[in-house]
C-alpha cells in the first residue's frame, strides 16, 4: 500500500490537475462511463463546480508525496451513495486507487456503498474487490469513452 497517502478536499489548484488526468485516451476507454469530451475544459469546469456546490457529494483530492495523484468522490445515485475515482494513469499499478477508496470508505457513515464497473476493466474490479465490494448485478449503458454500449458489474460494500 502507499502509506504516503492522503485525501483531502478539493481545492481549485487541484482542477488543473484532475483535467490533465482525464486525457489520456486509454484511461478514457477504460474508465468508458467518463466525460462526452474529455477536451471540453468549460464542461469539466462546470461539472466541478456542481460537484463541489452539492453538500452531499463527498469529494476528496488523493494526494502522495505532495503531488495531485486524482479524486475520489462519493455521490447519491438512485437513493443510494455509489463511488468513483480517477487516478493518473502514470501512477496505475502502484496501489493509490486502492487507498484512496479504502481511505474514503473509513470517511462515509452510510451503507451500503454501490460502485460500477466495465465488465473488461479488471484493474478497477481488483480495486474494487480489494476495498470489499462484491458484485451484486450487471447493467449496460452508453460508455462515452468507448462510443458505444457497455456491460458493467454493480457491486456493493456493506463493510464497518
Same mark, same amino acid.
Given at each position: 500500500m502507499t502509506a504516503e497517502l492522503r485525501l483531502r478536499p478539493v481545492r481549485d489548484d487541484d482542477l488543473p490537475f484532475f483535467f490533465a488526468h482525464e486525457q489520456d485516451a486509454e484511461a478514457n476507454w477504460m474508465a468508458a462511463f467518463g466525460p462526452a469530451d474529455p477536451a471540453d475544459r468549460g464542461r469539466f469546469d462546470d461539472h466541478w463546480r456542481r460537484v463541489r456546490a452539492d453538500e452531499r457529494i463527498v469529494a476528496r483530492t488523493v494526494? @502522495?508525496?505532495? +503531488?495531485? @495523484?486524482?479524486? @475520489?468522490? $462519493?455521490?447519491? $445515485?438512485? +437513493?443510494?451513495? +455509489?463511488?468513483?475515482?480517477?487516478?493518473d494513469p502514470r501512477r496505475w499499478g502502484r496501489g493509490h486507487a486502492t487507498a484512496a477508496l479504502a481511505t474514503l470508505l473509513r470517511e462515509l457513515p452510510q451503507r451500503p456503498v454501490r460502485a460500477r464497473a466495465a465488465k473488461d476493466n479488471r484493474a478497477s474490479l481488483a480495486v474494487l474487490r480489494k476495498c470489499g465490494f462484491v458484485v451484486t448485478g450487471e447493467d449496460k449503458g452508453y460508455a462515452n469513452g468507448r462510443g458505444a454500449e457497455v456491460q458493467e458489474w454493480v457491486l456493493e460494500f456493506a463493510g464497518d
Open positions: 494526494v @502522495v508525496d505532495d +503531488e495531485v @495523484v486524482g479524486h @475520489v468522490v $462519493a455521490f447519491p $445515485a438512485d +437513493e443510494q451513495t +455509489e463511488v468513483s475515482y480517477w487516478i
